[in-house]
C-alpha cells in the first residue's frame, strides 16, 4: 500500500496543519501511486543497465522525482543519504541556466550546492510539460572512481579539495536538445581510471532520467495538467499534517547528547565528536535538531555536507517514527535542522574535503539520534546500527592479468553489518550502514570473481557478535579474500574498530569491526581501519563487520528466542547465560539444548534483575 493511501485511510490530525481535505482522494491514490512506480522503474533501469559492480549489484544509487519549484515528491525506496537532498540539487538548475528548455540534462556532483559528495553524481532533467517546467528526474549513482587522486571514492586523508582530487561537474548542461556535449563526455572520460565504466553508468542514469520524463509527460496528457498541479500542492499539504500528527503523539523531550567517531591516526587523532541538541516538540507539531555547536571543519575528507547533514538527520527520525510517513517535502517542513558554515557536521566551507561524507560521521549522526528518541519511550526510536566499512568495503584497484593487464577498479559490498534492535524486532542481518537503512545490497560473489581477479575465500556470520537486548542486535560478518596473481591495491575506510554500536534502553552495544592482513604462511597482522593496503599473491585480507546493537534488558529476551539463537551458532551457550540469563543443559558439539527452566527462572529471578 502507498505512502499515500495509508494516509488517506488513517485520517491523522494534527496541529498547526494546513487543510487535509484532497479535491478528489481517489485521483489522489492513484496519481501518489503512480510517481512511485515511475521512481521504481527509473530504478531497475539503473539496476538493469549500470555498468559498475557497485551500481548494478550493490544498488549504490538512488532516484528521485522533484517539482519545479525545488520540493521532493517521491522517492520510492531510494537510500535517504541520496533522496532526502535531492530537491536541494534540482532546485539549483533555473538559477545557474535561464536558458532552462526541453531536451535539457545536467550533471552535478558539486558537494557544496547541495550533493552529498562527490563521487555520488547526479543526472537531472527537467520535464516539461506544453512548454512548462513542471517536474526534475533525478538519478543518482555513487561511482567506483571519481578520479581520486588515491584510487577510491572515499579519500578520508585528504586535506582539502585539492589533494582528494576528485572531478566536480558543477550542475553543468550535459545534454541539449536532447544530444551529448561532448566535452563533458570527454572531460570525464580523460580523468577516470577505467572510463568505459563511468560512462557506462553516466548512461544508465541519464536513461532512468529521461524514461521518467517519458512517464511524467503521459501522466499529466492521461489525468490533466491542471489535476496533476493540484494533486502536487495537496499531497505535500497532507504529509505535512501526518508528520506533524505523528510528532504530536510523541512525549516531550529535549537531549543533549554526543557520540564519538573512531580516532584516524595522523589526520584525526582523537577521532571527531558529533554532537546535537534535539527537541521534540509535540504542542507545535516540530523536531528541531540543532547541530550547530559542533566542531569547525577538519583537514581530512571527513566533513559533511549541507546535503548529508540535513538528510542523516531526517534518515533518524523516520527510523524512529514507524511506518507510513511519506517521504517528501511536505512532511521535512515538520523537522527543522540547524546547521552554520565552516562545521565538520554542518555545512562546509571551501576548500574542506567532503570525500566520505555520506558514510563515516553521517552514520554516527543518524545512530546518534535514533537511539537518544528511544529514550522517549512509546516504541519509538532504534538501536545504533554497524557501520564498519573495512574489508567487506574495501575499494579494490590494480591490473587484471586475464585482460591484457587492463585497469579495474571497484567497491566491494561483500559484507554487511548487523543492523539496530528495535523495541519489536532483532537487527536484520543485510544491514549495510545507517545512512543507507538497509537498501544497497550485498555484491555477488560470483560476480566479482569473473569481472576482477579476486578469490574470495568465505563470508559468515560471527556468533554472538550482535547487541544483547530484549531485542537483539543483528550479526556481524567475516569476510576474506585475496588476489588471484600479481597485486591488488586495497582502500579501507573503516570506523567501529574502537567505538562500538551501542544498544538502547539497556541493550548491550554490537561487536567492533576488525581488519587482519594475513601472510602465505597463515601469520595474521592486524591493520588498521583506514589505510592503502597493497596485497600480492599468496596473501589475503581477512576482516568483520560491527554487529548491532542491542534493544531492552536482555534478561528479558524471550527465552525460547535465546535457545533458537544457540542452536542457529547465531548465540553462544556462555552468552546465553552470562548476558541473557538462560541456563541452556545438552551437547554442545551435537547442537542438542534445552532450556533448565527452574535454573534460569532463579537466574532472572536474582537480586538486581
Same mark, same amino acid.
Given at each position: 500500500?502507498?505512502?499515500?493511501?495509508? $494516509?488517506?485511510?488513517?485520517?491523522?490530525?494534527?496541529?498547526?496543519?494546513?487543510?487535509?481535505?484532497?479535491?478528489?482522494?481517489?485521483?489522489?491514490?492513484?496519481?501518489?501511486?503512480?510517481?512511485?512506480?515511475?521512481?521504481?522503474?527509473?530504478?531497475?533501469?539503473?539496476?538493469?543497465?549500470?555498468?559498475?559492480?557497485?551500481?548494478?549489484?550493490?544498488?549504490?544509487?538512488?532516484?528521485?522525482?522533484?517539482?519545479?519549484?525545488?520540493?521532493?515528491?517521491?522517492?520510492?525506496?531510494?537510500?535517504?543519504?541520496?533522496?532526502?537532498?535531492?530537491?536541494?540539487?534540482?532546485?539549483?538548475?533555473?538559477?545557474?541556466?535561464?536558458?532552462?528548455?526541453?531536451?535539457?540534462?545536467?550533471?552535478?556532483?558539486?558537494?557544496?550546492?547541495?550533493?552529498?559528495?562527490?563521487?555520488?553524481?547526479?543526472?537531472?532533467?527537467?520535464?516539461?510539460?506544453?512548454?512548462?517546467?513542471?517536474?526534475? $528526474?533525478?538519478?543518482?549513482?555513487?561511482?567506483?572512481?571519481?578520479?581520486?587522486?588515491?584510487?577510491?571514492?572515499?579519500?578520508?586523508?585528504?586535506?582539502?579539495?585539492?589533494?582528494?582530487?576528485?572531478?566536480?561537474?558543477?550542475?553543468?548542461?550535459?545534454?541539449?536538445?536532447?544530444?551529448?556535449?561532448?566535452?563533458?563526455?570527454?572531460?570525464?572520460?580523460?580523468?577516470?581510471?577505467?572510463?568505459?565504466?563511468?560512462?557506462?553508468?553516466?548512461?544508465?542514469?541519464?536513461?532512468?532520467?529521461?524514461?521518467?520524463?517519458?512517464?511524467?509527460?503521459?501522466?499529466?496528457?492521461?489525468?490533466?495538467?491542471?489535476?496533476?498541479?493540484?494533486?502536487?500542492?495537496?499531497?505535500?499539504?497532507?504529509?505535512?499534517?501526518?508528520?506533524?500528527?505523528?510528532?504530536?503523539?510523541?512525549?516531550?523531550?529535549?537531549?543533549?547528547?554526543?557520540?564519538?567517531?573512531?580516532?584516524?591516526?595522523?589526520?584525526?587523532?582523537?577521532?571527531?565528536?558529533?554532537?546535537?541538541?534535539?527537541?521534540?516538540?509535540?504542542?507545535?507539531?516540530?523536531?528541531?535538531?540543532?547541530?550547530?555547536?559542533?566542531?569547525?571543519?577538519?583537514?581530512?575528507?571527513?566533513?559533511? +555536507?549541507?546535503?548529508?547533514?540535513?538528510?542523516?538527520?531526517?534518515?533518524?527520525?523516520?527510523?524512529?517514527?514507524?511506518?507510513?510517513?511519506?517521504?517528501?517535502?511536505?512532511?521535512?517542513?515538520?523537522?527543522?535542522?540547524?546547521?552554520?558554515?565552516?562545521?565538520?557536521?554542518?555545512?562546509?566551507?571551501?576548500?574542506?574535503?567532503?570525500?566520505?561524507?555520506?558514510?563515516?560521521?553521517?552514520?554516527?549522526?543518524?545512530?546518534?539520534?535514533?537511539?537518544?528518541?528511544?529514550?522517549?519511550?512509546?516504541?519509538?526510536?532504534?538501536?545504533?546500527?554497524?557501520?564498519?566499512?573495512?574489508?567487506?568495503?574495501?575499494?579494490?584497484?590494480?591490473?587484471?592479468?586475464?585482460?591484457?593487464?587492463?585497469?579495474?577498479?571497484?567497491?566491494?559490498?561483500?559484507?554487511?553489518?548487523?543492523?539496530?534492535?528495535?523495541?519489536?524486532?532483532?537487527?536484520?542481518?543485510?544491514?549495510?550502514?545507517?545512512?543507507?537503512?538497509?537498501?544497497?545490497?550485498?555484491?555477488?560473489?560470483?560476480?566479482?570473481?569473473?569481472?576482477?581477479?579476486?578469490?574470495?575465500?568465505?563470508?559468515?556470520?560471527?556468533?554472538?557478535?550482535?547487541?544483547?537486548?530484549?531485542?537483539?542486535?543483528?550479526?556481524?560478518?567475516?569476510?576474506?579474500?585475496?588476489?588471484?596473481?600479481? +597485486?591488488?591495491?586495497?582502500?579501507?575506510?573503516?570506523?567501529?574498530?574502537?567505538?562500538?554500536?551501542?544498544?538502547?534502553?539497556?541493550?548491550?552495544?554490537?561487536?567492533?569491526?576488525?581488519?587482519?592482513?594475513?601472510?602465505?604462511?597463515?601469520?595474521?597482522?592486524?591493520?588498521?581501519?583506514?589505510?592503502?593496503?597493497?596485497?600480492?599473491?599468496?596473501?589475503?585480507?581477512?576482516?568483520?563487520?560491527?554487529?548491532?546493537?542491542?534493544?531492552?534488558?536482555?534478561?528479558?529476551?524471550?527465552?525460547?528466542?535465546?535457545?533458537?539463537?544457540?542452536?542457529?551458532?547465531?548465540?553462544?551457550?556462555?552468552?546465553?547465560?552470562?548476558?541473557?540469563?538462560?541456563?541452556?543443559?545438552?551437547?554442545?558439539?551435537?547442537?542438542?539444548?534445552?532450556?533448565?527452566?527452574?535454573?534460569?527462572?532463579?537466574?532472572?529471578?536474582?537480586?538486581?534483575?
Amino acid at each position: 500500500m502507498s505512502e499515500l493511501v495509508r $494516509a488517506t485511510a488513517a485520517g491523522e490530525k494534527g496541529p498547526n496543519s494546513p487543510p487535509s481535505a484532497f479535491t478528489d482522494p481517489v485521483l489522489a491514490a492513484v496519481l501518489g501511486n503512480r510517481l512511485e512506480a515511475i521512481v521504481r522503474e527509473m530504478t531497475n533501469t539503473v539496476l538493469r543497465s549500470a555498468r559498475s559492480v557497485i551500481v548494478s549489484n550493490g544498488r549504490d544509487f538512488s532516484c528521485a522525482i522533484v517539482s519545479a519549484n525545488g520540493e521532493l515528491l517521491s522517492v520510492a525506496d531510494g537510500l535517504p543519504v541520496h533522496t532526502f537532498n535531492s530537491h536541494m540539487q534540482a532546485a539549483n538548475i533555473p538559477g545557474l541556466h535561464n536558458d532552462l528548455a526541453e531536451g535539457d540534462a545536467f550533471i552535478d556532483n558539486d558537494p557544496y550546492t547541495g550533493n552529498t559528495h562527490p563521487a555520488d553524481q547526479t543526472v537531472m532533467v527537467p520535464v516539461f510539460v506544453d512548454g512548462e517546467h513542471l517536474f526534475t $528526474a533525478c538519478a543518482k549513482a555513487h561511482q567506483a572512481d571519481i578520479g581520486n587522486s588515491l584510487p577510491t571514492t572515499y579519500h578520508p586523508f585528504a586535506k582539502d579539495v585539492y589533494e582528494e582530487g576528485a572531478i566536480i561537474f558543477p550542475c553543468m548542461r550535459l545534454q541539449r536538445n536532447g544530444r551529448l556535449i561532448d566535452d563533458v563526455i570527454r572531460l570525464g572520460m580523460r580523468r577516470i581510471r577505467v572510463p568505459e565504466q563511468w560512462r557506462g553508468d553516466l548512461l544508465a542514469t541519464l536513461g532512468a532520467a529521461r524514461i521518467a520524463e517519458q512517464r511524467l509527460k503521459e501522466l499529466c496528457r492521461e489525468h490533466g495538467t491542471a489535476n496533476v498541479k493540484t494533486f502536487i500542492k495537496e499531497w505535500l499539504d497532507y504529509s505535512e499534517r501526518l508528520m506533524a500528527s505523528r510528532i504530536a503523539a510523541l512525549p516531550q523531550g529535549r537531549f543533549d547528547v554526543s557520540s564519538n567517531h573512531d580516532p584516524v591516526p595522523v589526520v584525526l587523532p582523537d577521532g571527531i565528536t558529533v554532537k546535537a541538541i534535539i527537541e521534540v516538540d509535540p504542542a507545535a507539531g516540530e523536531i528541531r535538531v540543532d547541530l550547530r555547536h559542533n566542531d569547525d571543519c577538519v583537514k581530512a575528507g571527513f566533513n559533511q +555536507t549541507e546535503a548529508t547533514a540535513r538528510s542523516s538527520v531526517m534518515a533518524a527520525i523516520y527510523h524512529s517514527l514507524g511506518t507510513g510517513l511519506p517521504r517528501n517535502s511536505g512532511a521535512f517542513r515538520r523537522i527543522k535542522v540547524l546547521l552554520r558554515e565552516n562545521s565538520v557536521v554542518g555545512i562546509p566551507r571551501f576548500p574542506a574535503s567532503c570525500s566520505i561524507a555520506t558514510t563515516n560521521v553521517a552514520d554516527r549522526l543518524v545512530n546518534l539520534i535514533q537511539s537518544t528518541l528511544a529514550g522517549l519511550g512509546n516504541n519509538i526510536g532504534l538501536a545504533e546500527g554497524g557501520l564498519c566499512m573495512g574489508v567487506n568495503s574495501g575499494v579494490i584497484s590494480g591490473q587484471d592479468f586475464r585482460n591484457d593487464c587492463r585497469p579495474y577498479i571497484s567497491q566491494l559490498t561483500l559484507a554487511s553489518n548487523g543492523g539496530p534492535a528495535s523495541p519489536f524486532a532483532d537487527g536484520w542481518g543485510t544491514y549495510g550502514i545507517p545512512a543507507a537503512a538497509g537498501l544497497t545490497y550485498r555484491d555477488s560473489v560470483e560476480i566479482n570473481e569473473i569481472k576482477f581477479p579476486i578469490i574470495i575465500d568465505h563470508l559468515r556470520l560471527v556468533p554472538g557478535s550482535g547487541g544483547a537486548g530484549a531485542y537483539r542486535g543483528g550479526l556481524a560478518v567475516e569476510t576474506r579474500f585475496r588476489v588471484r596473481e600479481g +597485486t591488488m591495491t586495497v582502500v579501507t575506510n573503516s570506523d567501529g574498530q574502537v567505538f562500538a554500536p551501542k544498544g538502547a534502553l539497556g541493550g548491550q552495544p554490537g561487536a567492533l569491526g576488525a581488519s587482519w592482513l594475513i601472510e602465505q604462511d597463515g601469520r595474521e597482522k592486524r591493520i588498521a581501519g583506514f589505510g592503502v593496503h597493497e596485497i600480492r599473491k599468496g596473501q589475503a585480507l581477512r576482516g568483520t563487520t560491527n554487529g548491532g546493537g542491542g534493544f531492552g534488558d536482555p534478561a528479558k529476551r524471550d527465552t525460547a528466542l535465546v535457545l533458537q539463537d544457540v542452536v542457529e551458532a547465531r548465540e553462544t551457550v556462555e552468552r546465553a547465560h552470562s548476558l541473557y540469563q538462560v541456563v541452556l543443559t545438552g551437547d554442545a558439539k551435537a547442537g542438542t539444548f534445552a532450556i533448565d527452566h527452574l535454573r534460569t527462572a532463579r537466574l532472572r529471578g536474582a537480586p538486581g534483575n
